[in-house]
């Protein structure tokens, strides 16, 4: 099982950009998604999640500028982010809770759940 995060890039000051996570291997479901960042010389903060069910939360200064969003039937969640600050520079991770299965030779399956992390895609924005 794992996360691929891609869409991270360079972009000027006011600009858009759209980062995307899609979870990968023998997932039953995911729960909750999201995006954290992680700016050189700070802690890893969250940016915004969304349950399954659609609910949405946002790191104060990102709302109104950022929209996440998930594709269910994808096993992805996005990150539309707009109005880019040069202080939105960071790596950015996805995280999702997600059910696994493991198929046994006798048919027997397990299901554990577990959170997992994206490796990171860096977004820079220049001013």
């Known amino acids: 099982v794992q996360l691929q995060a891609s869409g991270g890039g360079l972009v000027q000051a006011g600009g858009s950009l759209r980062i995307s996570c899609t979870a990968s291997?023998?997932?039953?479901?995911?729960?909750?998604m999201g995006w954290y960042r992680q700016a050189p010389g700070k802690e890893r903060e969250l940016v915004a999640n969304?349950?399954?069910?659609?609910?949405?939360n946002y790191k104060e200064s990102v709302k109104g500028r950022f929209t996440i969003s998930r594709d269910n039937a994808k096993n992805t969640v996005y990150l539309q982010m707009a109005s880019l600050k040069p202080e939105d520079t960071a790596v950015y991770y996805c995280?999702?809770?997600?059910?696994?299965?493991?198929?046994?030779?006798?048919?027997?399956?397990?299901?554990?759940?577990?959170?997992?992390w994206g490796q990171g895609t860096q977004v820079t924005v220049s001013s």
């Open positions: 995280n999702a809770d997600l059910t696994t299965y493991t198929d046994y030779p006798d048919d027997r399956l397990a299901f554990v759940t577990n959170i997992y």
């Open positions: 969304i349950s399954d069910k659609g609910d949405t």
């Open positions: 291997g023998n997932i039953l479901s995911a729960g909750s």
